[in-house]
């Protein structure tokens, strides 16, 4: 087995490609009418190693196991899938017989866009034990805290569309085509 390319400490300019690649594809797979729902850092592959600024990431979203199509009149999606750390507060509602949507992938996005952005996992600080009760916790809304003295040289934007895309809500979060549309304006606009 071959290693796994690797991110050297990414520029912003580098972060915001990997952030478009991501949500280009995760657009496609639901034109397909395919939902992921296991969107995390660890399913997003490099094509190639990136070593310095000067590189061009490419990412791909890879590991479609637990992916699904999301016509309702195949199967009612209420089963609880995916990685604690990156899943939406209406897949981990226990209580909750209504079924969920492809809106689940948008909010996973947000946490690989956390990861992006901090360069550490989502509640990441979670002991295992404090895992079982993270579902709780994210459908009361909470969210990783965002670093106050790291806030400052996060692009504005980026940090708006990450805080929309994990709305508690559904049907707050972005679709990934303006999402997409978003990260490829944004990344005109920032300079390393």
């Known amino acids: 087995e071959q290693p796994r390319p690797r991110l050297c400490r990414a520029t912003w300019q580098q972060r915001l490609k990997l952030a478009l690649d991501v949500a280009t594809g995760m657009e496609h797979m639901h034109a397909a009418g395919i939902m992921h729902r296991d969107l995390k850092s660890m399913n997003v592959m490099l094509a190639a190693a ?3 600024p000067e590189d061009i990431p490419l990412a791909k979203v890879g590991d479609f196991g637990l992916a699904r199509c999301v016509d309702s009149s195949v199967e009612k999606l209420t089963q609880q899938v995916g990685s604690w750390h990156y899943m939406a507060p ?3 509602d226990f209580n909750d017989e209504e079924s969920y949507d492809e809106k689940v992938d948008v909010y996973s996005f947000a946490m690989v866009l956390y990861e992006l952005i901090m360069e550490e996992m989502p509640f990441g600080e979670l002991s295992y034990a404090g895992t079982l009760r993270l579902g709780m916790r994210v459908i009361q809304g909470e969210r990783p805290t965002v670093d106050r003295d790291f806030q400052e040289e996060i692009p504005r934007r980026l940090r708006c569309l990450m805080e929309r895309c994990w709305s508690g809500d559904p049907r ?12 490829l304006e944004l990344s005109g606009a920032v300079v390393n």
């Open 50 to 52: 990136v070593s310095g």
């Open 172 to 183: 707050a979060r972005p679709s990934f085509g303006s999402a997409s549309t978003e990260l």
């Open 90 to 92: 209406e897949v981990f």
